[in-house]
């Protein structure tokens, strides 16, 4: 036999009516296919606009990386293997579809020789068996393991999963009755399919039994592939189209988790998310995309520690609430279009609210903005701005805050910083050091960094000995830094994670007008939330500033040989990655480097870097009790002292609150484990 004579007969045992039977059930399914897709993108476009258009050939390369390269997806090993088993096995049987069609409709003979009997036998064979290992792995974590996450939707898995093997199975059965009744002498290039046959042949002995039993068994696996193909946009399945779609359309800025500002002067301005037409296209999109994996919760801390949060319900449960009310949406959007204002109101009057009705205040308020969520999420969906702008409308439009981020919402207006009761003053922590003001610098170009203090550090004790530990470094280093002193005000983040964008906007314009007005061009913090708001959100409001965090610096000191270390520190130490600071900038390598300088044994937790575990202060927490659930604090600071480390090291002065807190709480009254920032080591081991 000669492989380069290779091939079969396409279509074998196939009546015209049989053929008639398969086109007309294919037109069918592709038009209710096409109707499905109708259906969302009607939905989307009535969303607000967001500009996602940009940079088309970046957008495609992370579509093929993130999405069909599965890069995101392996990152959690079993599910990710799963998921891509499934994934290239349909892959490889559609592109073996398209060949037969290729082959028969087209007249072109390409299922011949080698290429039949490398790809069209052996790997469609083999990849159809690796996505029925794929289906099984599926069934096991569902309904076997019945992981927390995949609770959702279980039956309607179970019918796609089962419809899925049944689609298989009976192709493998086809082929292998093909095989043996017509002795195909190429049948080891197709092993899985010809051991089915093999198989069937002992119940079904004989080439008429073979035909008839062939016959009848095309027929359902035309019939049900053609379902499939039918109902995919009105199942989970649908992200087939939605996910890719969603990654080439996602965040593609430096700046993560913004959400947009508002124009207060601008009296119709939405107060955030009240109603399905406050959202976005994108929003709605997000919705649509959503594959239901999971990962989101199992990487939420608020979810980890029972409080009433998470991240993959509060996209579904909007999702559902729009597929069930689409025809309402639909009429208020007609309503709005010809400018029926009153019907318009009266439909969005009659739906109830997304904040607080559909996802409940507790929910929301739940959130610490840690973005663990959106790292862990393959297809790029964006749950922090859409949380952050269901609180704006909580806390400005229903005025339905919690009792401490309302006290510290009220010592912003008043006092410019989050604190409740603080009564010393910004300037008083520096009073025993030799630190300039800006005000009293004579040529402010001459400043070679703004040392932005942040509220922490200028009025809480613990944080000042941080502030004055950089203050050390830096005068060691011979830096020409200058504080703004009683002109500094609170950066606005408080405010604006828990939504009360009013507050934060003024505190943000006075801190830009300032800024500008001493024409800074280069600003150091060591607190990240100031970094993520001076950095990337003054943006919005014409700031433009150059900001590094003090890790950054102290590092760049470091390898500019302006700080000398004289002594090595012989610790243990453990490092946590601080949210704003690792997974919305990126800065998970210099604090780690600069405590590589110091000689300490460094060792890593095993949540760290992108997949870091929150302290539990974003998003407003550090300064309410939050009652539900358990402590996410001390589930991170068991993690950290479970390292067996001495010194808990982080680089952000809401993390060390919260990790001290932890600490002293989780461990033994003897315990000696300490809590500290990075920089206070290094002013250690320069102290000499
Ligand atoms: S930002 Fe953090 S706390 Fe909020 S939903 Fe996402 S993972 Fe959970
Ligand atoms: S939001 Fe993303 S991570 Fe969460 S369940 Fe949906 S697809 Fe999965």
Request: proline share 5%.
């Amino acid at each position: 036999m000669n492989p380069a004579d290779a091939t079969r007969v396409v279509q074998w045992n196939t009546t015209p009516a049989m053929i008639w039977f398969m086109y007309g059930t294919m037109v069918i399914a592709l038009a209710v296919f096409a109707y499905g897709i109708w259906r969302r993108v009607r939905i989307w476009l009535l969303g607000k606009p967001k500009m996602r258009w940009d940079r088309p050939g970046e957008r495609l390369k992370r579509v093929l990386i993130r999405g069909y390269g599965h890069a995101n997806l392996l990152k959690d090993r079993v599910p990710g293997v799963m998921h891509a088993l499934i994934f290239f096995g349909f892959v490889i049987l559609f592109i073996a579809t398209t060949v037969v069609a290729i082959n028969t409709d087209l007249g072109i003979p390409i299922m011949h020789g080698y290429f039949y009997l490398y790809f069209q036998s052996l790997t469609v064979d083999i990849f159809g068996f690796l996505f029925m290992i794929g289906l099984a792995v599926a069934v096991v974590r569902r309904y076997i393991l019945r992981l927390p996450r995949l609770e959702h939707g279980q039956w309607a898995d179970a019918v796609l999963l089962a419809t899925l093997a049944l689609i298989l199975l009976t192709g493998f059965m086809l082929e292998g009755l093909r095989i043996v009744a017509t002795a195909d002498p190429w049948a080891p290039w197709s092993p899985f399919g010809h051991l089915t046959g093999l198989a069937l042949a002992v119940p079904f002995p004989g080439e008429p039994a073979q035909r008839t039993l062939h016959a009848s068994i095309w027929v359902f696996h035309v019939a049900l592939w053609h379902t499939l193909l039918a109902v995919i946009p009105f199942t989970k399945l649908s992200h087939m189209v939605m996910s890719p779609l969603n990654i080439f359309f996602g965040n593609l800025d430096d700046a993560r988790g913004v959400v947009p500002s508002i124009d207060f002067e601008d009296q119709s301005a939405a107060l955030g998310i009240k109603s399905v037409y406050d959202l976005t296209w994108k929003q709605l999109l997000d919705l649509d995309a959503c594959t239901e994996c999971g990962r989101c919760q199992d990487a939420c801390p608020a979810w980890a520690e029972g409080k009433p949060l998470s991240p993959k319900r509060v996209i579904l449960d909007l999702r559902d609430y729009v597929h069930a009310h689409e025809g309402d949406v639909l009429a208020g959007k007609a309503a709005r279009d010809r400018g029926d204002t009153a019907r318009y109101d009266e439909i969005v009057c009659a739906m109830p609210a997304l904040a607080g009705g559909v996802i409940k205040d507790e929910t929301l308020w739940s959130c610490t903005t840690c973005r663990a969520c959106e790292e862990a999420c393959p297809v790029a969906i964006e749950h922090v701005p859409l949380i952050l702008q269901l609180r704006q409308n909580l806390a400005m439009d229903q005025a339905q805050v919690p009792e401490g981020v309302a006290e510290a919402v009220s010592s912003l207006e008043v006092r410019q910083q989050p604190f409740r009761g603080a009564s010393v003053e910004r300037t008083e922590w520096y009073q025993d050091l030799t630190v300039t003001e800006m005000a009293s610098v004579e040529e402010p170009r001459d400043v070679e960094v703004l040392y932005w203090v942040g509220c922490a550090a200028a009025l809480d004790p613990r944080v000042q000995k941080v502030a004055k530990a950089l203050v050390t470094i830096m005068q060691h280093a011979g830096v020409r830094f200058a504080v703004l002193g009683p002109e500094e005000q609170c950066c606005g983040d408080p405010a604006r994670r828990s939504g009360n964008e009013f507050h934060y906007d003024t505190l943000a314009r006075a801190n830009v007008d300032t800024l500008k007005r001493y024409d800074v061009k280069r600003i150091v913090t060591h607190c990240p939330h100031c970094l993520q708001t001076l950095k990337h959100e003054y943006r919005q409001l014409g700031g433009d500033f150059e900001v590094v965090h003090h890790s950054q610096f102290v590092r760049e000191l470091i390898e500019k040989d302006r700080v000398r270390l004289s002594r090595k520190l012989p610790d243990a130490v453990t490092y946590h990655d601080p949210c704003y600071l690792g997974r919305y900038n990126d800065v998970f390598d210099a604090p780690r480097e600069v405590l590589d300088s110091l000689g300490v044994s460094r060792i890593e937790m095993k949540r760290s870097r992108q997949r870091s575990f929150c302290c539990g202060a974003g998003g407003g927490h550090a300064f309410y009790e939050d009652a539900s659930g358990g402590r996410i604090n001390q589930n991170r600071a068991r993690e950290a002292i479970a390292t067996g480390a001495k010194t808990v090291c982080t680089a952000c002065p809401f993390c060390l609150g919260m990790l001290e807190d932890g600490v002293r709480t989780v461990q033994p009254a003897d315990g000696d484990v300490r809590v500290r920032d990075f920089v206070e080591l290094v002013a250690e081991a320069i102290a000499d």
